[in-house]
C-alpha cells in the first residue's frame, strides 16, 4: 500500500519566493498534520486537520504560512514570502481515525532551503 | 499542557549492549505515549505505544518500553543493541484520549552504535 506522499523531496529556493508544498494521505484516513523539523526547536505541529477541515492552526508560525486541504486525497502548505528561517525539513502526516488510537504515518518529508 | 523531555540529545553504546533512551511526560489526563524511529532522510515510523492495559508494551525490532505513571516515564530500551538500530529516536505523548489530534513529540536522541 502507498504510504504519505510528499513532494518535492527537496526545494532551494531565494527569500522572498513562494514555496508550496504538497501531501497526499494514505488512502481512507481522515486526520492530515503538518509538521516542521530543526535542530533548534524539534518537530513542531503547524497545523492539522480533520474531514478536510482545518481543526488548529495554532502552531503556524505566522501569516505567511497558510495551508489548505481541498478534497480528502490533497493538502498544501504554503509559505510567502518565504524566509531563510524558514528552511526545515517540513512533514506531512496522516491518521486513520480521530479519537482512536492516535498513531501517525508520515511521508519521508520535504526539505526546503531557503537562500 | 502536554509535554515531553527526553534525556540526553546523543547516547552512544557499543553492539551487543543495553540500549535505554530516557523519556519523561507531563500531561494533565492519561496520557497514550509513543516511541518514533527516523532513519536518515527518512521520515517517522512507530516503534509501540503504549495506550492502556499492560505497561510494559513490546515494539518492533527487539524494542520495548514501560510505561510508569508514578514516575511519569516511559524509558525505552533494547537488551542488545545492533548497528541497524543506529537512528534518532522520539519519545511523543497525546493527551486527548489517543485522539489523532496530534501528537507533542521530545527533541530527539540520536543513538549512535559503536562496533
Known amino acids: 500500500d502507498a504510504g504519505v506522499i510528499q513532494s518535492p523531496r527537496h526545494e532551494v529556493t531565494e527569500m522572498g519566493q513562494e514555496v508550496t508544498l504538497r501531501c497526499k494521505p494514505i488512502s481512507g484516513h481522515n486526520s492530515l498534520f503538518w509538521y516542521r523539523q530543526t535542530m533548534m526547536r524539534g518537530l513542531e505541529l503547524l497545523i492539522y486537520f480533520n474531514n478536510n477541515v482545518p481543526i488548529d492552526d495554532s502552531g503556524m508560525p505566522e501569516d505567511r504560512f497558510s495551508a489548505k486541504m481541498p478534497n480528502a486525497s490533497f493538502s498544501t502548505l504554503k509559505i510567502q514570502p518565504s524566509e531563510p528561517r524558514d528552511s526545515a525539513v517540513y512533514f506531512c502526516?496522516?491518521?486513520?481515525?480521530?479519537?482512536?488510537?492516535?498513531?501517525?504515518?508520515f511521508g519521508e518529508g520535504s526539505r526546503l532551503t531557503v537562500l | 499542557a502536554q509535554s515531553v523531555t527526553q534525556l540526553g540529545s546523543h547516547v552512544s553504546v557499543s553492539e551487543g549492549a543495553l540500549v535505554l533512551l530516557r523519556c519523561n511526560y507531563s500531561?494533565?489526563?492519561?496520557?497514550?505515549l509513543f516511541w518514533y524511529v527516523q532513519y536518515p532522510n527518512q521520515g517517522l515510523q512507530l516503534l509501540l505505544k503504549y495506550t492502556t492495559g499492560a505497561t510494559l508494551v513490546k515494539g518492533i525490532n527487539g524494542f520495548e518500553a514501560e510505561f510508569k505513571k508514578s514516575e511519569t516515564s516511559f524509558h525505552l530500551t533494547k537488551p542488545s543493541a545492533h548497528m541497524s538500530d543506529a537512528a534518532e529516536y522520539f519519545c511523543a505523548v497525546s493527551d486527548s484520549g489517543g485522539g489523532a489530534d496530534g501528537l507533542t513529540f521530545g527533541k530527539g536522541t540520536h543513538l549512535i552504535i559503536q562496533p
Open positions: 500531561s494533565s489526563v492519561p496520557p497514550y
Open positions: 502526516a496522516s491518521s486513520p481515525r480521530r479519537g482512536v488510537t492516535g498513531e501517525l504515518f
